[in-house]
């Protein structure tokens, strides 16, 4: 019986690896396979490793009391702080569009 169990174990294992590699590699091949009707999610996704590179590198590389209770490094440090200012960012974007969009209705 022991052994049946672990057949299981090993096609699920396989099974699971199949359908995340699909997943995966399905959308890739589809967006390099036809970049003019992608070019805008790219430009999004581009945007957006501009946007988290940029918060990284302002970042500050501070360690505390705190960050040594949990034994984080300077570096892993500076990534925290990165997606802490991308996020600021993001938010202060999102309010802006939206009060934007509702002052444009108004005006309209």
Do not use: C, H, R
């Not at 501070?62 to 960050?67: D, I, N, R, S």
């Amino acid at each position: 019986m022991d052994s049946l169990i672990n057949i299981g174990i090993v096609v699920t294992y396989i099974l699971l690896f199949v359908s995340v590699a699909g997943a995966i590699l399905f959308p890739v091949v589809q967006t390099f396979g036809n970049l003019k009707k992608a070019k805008s999610s790219l430009i999004g996704i581009g945007i957006a490793v501009a946007l988290f590179l940029i918060s990284y590198a302002v970042s500050p590389a501070e360690t505390g009391p705190f960050y040594e209770k949990f034994n984080i490094s300077p570096n892993f440090s500076k990534v925290i702080g990165g997606g802490l200012v991308a996020t600021y960012i993001i938010t202060i974007a999102v309010l802006l569009s939206v009060v934007y969009s509702q002052v444009s209705k108004w005006i309209k």
